[in-house]
């Protein structure tokens, strides 16, 4: 996730796109920068490692009219944060401009075409290609040229492009990620989204998926990938700045919550390889040697990333057999682990900061052991001392509570799952089965969302007055059951909440069961189903109110539960996945209700960077 902006008027070009890229900071701050020209076709591009502040810094000694410019605030996805990664990048004539949020996939392919035909890079990003092959379609038409040139691109963007050789023009295309913008008065502005135009315009028109668009300062035109025109209005917006932020939700929690389907998608993108059954993790590609003959794996996070790990542990053992371990990383670091060279470890953090984390990678580089990384920053500490690794992709997460890291993190290790399997016993079969179910998640998230938003909301207003919950789930959903109890407790602050094997209830939880307390059931129609609800029946017994979540069309828990929540089938070690959702719409609902301030829960930070 990046911020892109881009301006053609008469205002202060620079500062136009300098106080844009600042509302869209929350988007990503590794690095940024900015292109402009001028009348004359003079052109000024200016980049710098760290937040825009620094950019603006920069700026304000420069004396240059610019007419046009676009400008960019980086979350690094290829390449490390350098300021000749940061965008915006350019042709080798230094004529077109181009800024891209997005990861496009067959870059290296690309590239290397490119290379013969003898262009210069300057950058190691996926971004780059593109405008160079825009330069190669070039003949003096910019729309032209950049319609030719996405022909050829695999992945997900939003681009802004502008050119000395074609001034006068913004163009603008959009495959996934989010990009508006406005024409009015003589000013086109666009943006990853409206804060950066809402001090100039509330008439915006958001792009859609397969449409690129020229604007102008006397109008615009929006064309699908085939050319043909299409008729798009404006729509007025009555978003405040802090709204729009927060693409129209109350809070980043929400919007991260709902993110969740997308964040999936980012993650498996470029990933998979039906026909053959295999994950394709470029990041894994060097050690994949090594990693053919470890005979354990050893998972090490915190908090909701070492459940994560959890559901990792069963769905690898059952489907790769690899004995796995898993472990929180403050126990890891100071216990006297047994470990051996055919042991890999393997660290999954959003942040890749997390001190114990970081920790505990050290304590298993020092046995000599392979060390590999599920991160989200990229360039973090975990990357850098880790020897190898999955990036998450999924752009910041700012909500402290973690809830599509924890969701994408569940999805790479269900390819990490292929990927080892495929190396040993797994069949092409098996390979397909779970990479087929993992590309089809993303629209089963959507209707999850769609359906239990509302009915996670109402069920949270009835059950407000409770302060003690109990989660229970068995086998892949045991580590949902504790994320569902962790949410609870973390966001809405007055509530205790735990989480335990449904299997265990009868060895200690069940002596809290009456009617005050109630039990959320994480129920799906697995194959441990039929214990699951035998458990149900015993704490029905006891008169505490029972919530069931369950797969759609299993409406026998209507008998038993209070109240039962739907999703929809999918295979088993995926249906974590889908399982949460309700959960993470449950402990943002309550923590709403009960007044307290969801996205800074008291107490408890982002990233723990101390012990
Ligand atoms: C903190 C955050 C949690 C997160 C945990 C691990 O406790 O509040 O949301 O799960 O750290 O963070 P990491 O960045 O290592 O995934």
Redesign the pocket.
């Known amino acids: 996730m990046c911020g892109i902006v881009g301006y053609l008027g008469k205002d202060d070009v620079i500062s136009v796109i300098i106080s844009g890229l600042k509302r869209l900071e929350y988007r990503g701050y590794d690095s940024c920068g900015f292109s402009v020209y001028d009348k004359k076709g003079q052109d000024l591009t200016l980049k710098t490692v760290g937040r825009v502040a620094a950019l603006e810094k920069m700026a304000e000694s420069l004396d240059f009219e610019a007419v046009c410019g676009i400008g960019h605030s980086r979350w690094a996805t290829h390449g490390l944060v350098t300021e000749k990664n940061a965008h915006p990048h350019f042709d080798c004539k230094k004529e077109i401009f181009l800024v891209h949020n997005g990861i496009i996939e067959n870059y290296k392919e690309i590239k290397k075409k490119l290379l013969e035909r003898g262009h210069k890079f300057v950058s190691d990003t996926d971004t780059e290609v593109l405008v160079h092959l825009i330069e190669e379609f070039f003949k003096g038409n910019l729309e032209e040229a950049v319609h030719r040139a996405l022909k050829y691109i695999k992945g997900a963007y939003a681009i802004a492009v502008i050119s000395k050789k074609d001034p006068g023009k913004i163009v603008v295309a959009r495959k996934s990620s989010p990009l508006v913008f406005s024409v009015e008065k003589n000013r086109a502005i666009v943006a990853s989204d409206p804060t950066p135009i809402l001090p100039f315009s509330d008439k915006v028109v958001f792009l859609e998926d397969d449409e690129l668009a020229v604007l102008t300062p006397e109008g615009f035109k929006v064309f699908d990938f085939e050319k043909k025109q299409k008729i798009r209005e404006p729509q007025v917006l009555d978003w405040t700045i802090e709204e729009s932020e927060k693409g129209g939700f109350s809070h980043f929690m929400l919007k991260e919550i709902f993110e969740e389907p997308e964040a999936v998608e980012n993650s498996i993108r470029g990933r998979i390889v039906l026909d053959e059954g295999i994950a394709k993790l470029g990041g894994l590609e060097m050690v994949s040697d090594k990693l053919s003959k470890i005979d354990r794996l050893i998972l090490v ?5 070492s459940y994560a790990c959890m559901v990792g542990e069963y769905m690898i053992e059952e489907n790769a057999e690899i004995p796995v371990e898993v472990d929180v990383a403050s126990e890891f670091r100071y216990r006297n682990p047994i470990l051996d060279k055919k042991t890999a470890f393997l660290a999954v ?3 890749g ?2 001190a114990d ?1 970081l920790a505990a990678l050290r304590e298993a580089k020092r046995k000599g052991l392979l060390s590999l990384g599920v991160v989200n920053m990229v360039g973090s500490s975990i990357t850098r001392e880790t020897e190898a690794g999955v990036y998450n992709h999924i752009g910041p997460e700012i909500a ?3 809830t599509k ?1 924890f969701i994408s993190q569940l999805s790479i290790l269900a390819l990490l799952t292929v990927f080892l399997g495929r190396q040993r016993n797994m069949s092409l079969s098996k390979g397909q089965e779970i990479l087929g179910a993992l590309k089809k998640l993303p629209d089963l998230m959507r209707e999850t969302l769609k359906e239990n938003d509302e009915k996670m909301k109402n069920l949270a207003e009835k059950y407000s007055k409770y302060r003690n919950f109990i989660f229970l789930g068995r086998k892949y959903n045991y580590p949902v059951a504790l994320e569902g109890a962790l949410k609870l407790k973390e966001i809405a602050f007055y509530i205790h909440a735990e989480g335990f094997p449904t299997g265990e209830i009868k060895h200690g939880p069940i002596a809290l069961a009456d009617e005050n307390l109630p039990f959320f059931f994480i129920a799906p129609k697995d194959s441990v189903y039929d214990k699951v609800v035998s458990n149900m029946e015993e704490v029905r017994a006891r008169k505490a109110p029972i919530i069931a979540i369950t797969t759609k069309g299993n409406s026998e828990l209507e008998k038993i539960a209070d109240d039962v929540i739907y999703v929809p089938q999918t295979i088993e070690m995926l249906m974590p996945i889908l399982n949460t959702i309700p959960l993470h719409l449950f402990a943002y609902y309550m923590g709403n209700i009960l007044g307290c301030d969801v996205d800074k829960p008291r107490n ?5 960077t101390v012990e």
């Open positions: 996070a915190c908090g909701t990333a953090s959003q942040s900061e997390t984390t402290v509570a973690a890291s408890l930070a982002k990233s723990v």
